[in-house]
């Protein structure tokens, strides 16, 4: 069974960083991109970020671009998320998921961590 299970999130004052985890595991993702998007109280759901697992080619939302970092470790098989001068708007519960490079579809999700950035 696949999981996906994000941690590392809580309340920040604005300005600060943090590093967001999300632990793989049921199977092997090489062939996948693995992705992080971010949902706001009333908000869509929004792309922060994106990896290709196999490769580490990168993408990003305009609205994170030059402020987070989107990283994976293939020993640990876990996938990263550098947040650095968080913003209040940066505010939203936080997911990890993953899809497979031959498709638009996130198929896998985790169930989300809350980012909360102080003014």
């Known amino acids: 069974q696949v999981q996906l299970v994000e941690s590392g999130g809580g309340l920040v004052q604005a300005g600060d960083s943090l590093r967001l985890s999300c632990a793989i595991s049921?199977?092997?993702?090489?062939?996948?991109?693995m992705g992080w998007f971010r949902q706001a109280p009333g908000k869509e759901r929004e792309f922060v970020a994106a990896?290709?697992?196999?490769?580490?080619?990168?993408s990003y939302g305009d609205s994170v671009k030059g402020r987070f970092t989107i990283s994976r470790d293939n020993a640990k098989n876990t996938v990263y998320l550098q947040m650095n001068s968080l913003k209040p708007e940066d505010t939203a519960v936080y997911y990890c998921?993953?899809?497979?490079?031959?498709?638009?579809?996130?198929?896998?999700w985790g169930q989300g961590t809350q980012v909360t950035v102080s003014s």
């Open positions: 998921a993953a899809r497979y490079i031959a498709t638009v579809t996130w198929a896998y």
């Open positions: 990896i290709r697992w196999s490769g580490g080619s990168t």
């Open positions: 049921g199977r092997t993702f090489s062939s996948y991109y």
